[in-house]
Structure formats: C-alpha cells, structure tokens
C-alpha cells in the first residue's frame, strides 16, 4: 500500500519543540523526506533521511527513522512563528522513477 | 540550482474555458515532470507522470481528456485544464525531477503552484 499518514493538527508555542509525527506503509523506501509548505507557495525540501539511518540532525531539525514500526518524527527545536506552516513527510518509491508518496500534512500553528 | 517555476501564480476562468498551466525547470533538464492538485487543507493528490517526448501517465481516476499534459521538452511540461467547471477549482502544483536523482538532488523540485478559480 501507499498510505502515508500523519496527525493533522499541532499547536505550540514559540520556544517550544515541535515533534509531527508520520507512519509509512512501503518498507522499500530508500529515502523519507520532510517538506514544508506556507500558505498558497510550492513544497519546500526541509530534510531527508536514508533508509539506513536512525537519526540525523540539521540545525534545528532531527529526524528520527523507526524503520521496524515505519515511523518517521521530525522535531523541530526552539520553534518560531515563521515555522507555521504545513508539514508532509514522503516516501520514495521506485517504480522505474521515483516517485513520492505525501503524507496527509501536519499543520503546525505556532503562537508567541 | 534547481529552480522550477510555475504560471500564473494564480488564475479565474469562466466555466467552459480551458486554462494552460506551465512549468519550466530554469537551470536544469527535467527527464519528469509530476502533476499534482490540492484541495483546501489536504494533501497532494498526484494526478499524472510526464516523461519528455512520450504521453503522461495519469494516475487512477484523473480524466486524461480534461487534463491534458504535455511535456515537449526537457525543460517545459504543461498542464491543459480543458472545458473548466467550478469543481475543477484548486491548487495545482508541478514538480521536476531527474531520472535517477534523490528528491534533495535535482531528483524534486517543485514549482510554486497554481490557484485555479472557475467561476
């Protein structure tokens, strides 16, 4: 299957961790990734992890890989009134192209 | 590098009109070309695949008459929403890729998106 869910609402407030949390269906997947995107704009690669790893950190990001229960988290430190946004996470998916199956979106509201 | 961009931003037709959608990747050749809609508050919805010189192949459900893509070169892929009607409303975004290459490689990159009105 190519079902890629996440929670649909998180709400924090500035300073605090953001953790959104996805679950992924395709244990072939080579790649997970993060994407953000703000009202009305195009998605925007924030991160990616290889299927190989645990865990990788950029900045303020950590994402941590599950691979056994096909859990996905992506964290986001010291959170900002600018991160509010829609977060997806995707799985890759070869099928002769790659291709990327989104999650359902988490949108994270961040309030000062 | 990748930059893909997307026009218009944003569009209002009048119901029974076609509308043209375009998509250009800037400094990179795009092999494919991915075509998706959303609606308010969900997720992407991948409508169609385009490989440069050969037909789309459109997902399950998306009718090829009513979108028609076209991906002549490898730099252009366009998306043709014909006879509009209101529930053809949405937000239409496009994505290049290079055949073999990550999303974080030239392997995604997405365009800004489409706000389609039919009125």
């Known amino acids: 299957g190519e079902d890629v869910e996440q929670s649909l609402f998180l709400s924090v407030r500035e300073g605090d961790s953001s953790v959104i949390n996805c679950t992924y269906t395709?244990?072939?997947?080579?790649?997970l990734y993060w994407y953000k995107q703000e009202p009305g704009a195009g998605l925007q690669l924030l991160t990616y992890?290889?299927?190989?790893?645990d865990m990788k950190q950029d900045q303020r990001l950590t994402v941590l890989l599950n691979k056994k229960d096909k859990h996905l988290s992506l964290r986001i430190a010291d959170t900002q009134t600018g991160d509010s946004a829609i977060y997806f996470c995707?799985?890759?998916?070869?099928?002769?192209?790659?291709?990327?199956?989104f999650g359902t979106g988490t949108r994270l509201l961040v309030s000062p | 590098g990748a930059v893909v961009s997307q026009h218009p931003s944003w569009v209002i037709c009048k119901s029974g009109t076609s509308v043209k959608i375009e998509c250009r990747s800037l400094?990179?050749?795009?092999?494919?070309m991915f075509w998706y809609r959303q609606f308010p508050k969900q997720s992407l919805m991948l409508m169609a695949t385009?490989?440069?010189?050969?037909?789309?192949?459109?997902e399950q459900g998306v009718e090829k008459d009513k979108f028609l893509i076209n991906h002549a070169s490898l730099t252009l892929s366009t998306l043709t929403v014909t006879s509009a009607h209101p529930e053809d409303s949405s937000f239409y975004i496009c994505?290049?890729?290079?055949?073999?290459?990550?999303?974080?490689?030239?392997?995604?990159?997405f365009g800004s998106g489409t706000r389609l009105t039919v009125v």
């Open positions: 994505s290049a890729s290079v055949e073999g290459q990550p999303a974080f490689n030239y392997g995604y990159t």
């Open positions: 395709d244990s072939s997947s080579t790649y």
């Open positions: 992890i290889f299927s190989n790893m």
């Open positions: 995707a799985e890759a998916i070869n099928t002769g192209f790659q291709k990327l199956v």
């Open positions: 400094d990179f050749q795009a092999t494919t």
């Open positions: 385009s490989n440069e010189g050969s037909k789309a192949t459109y």
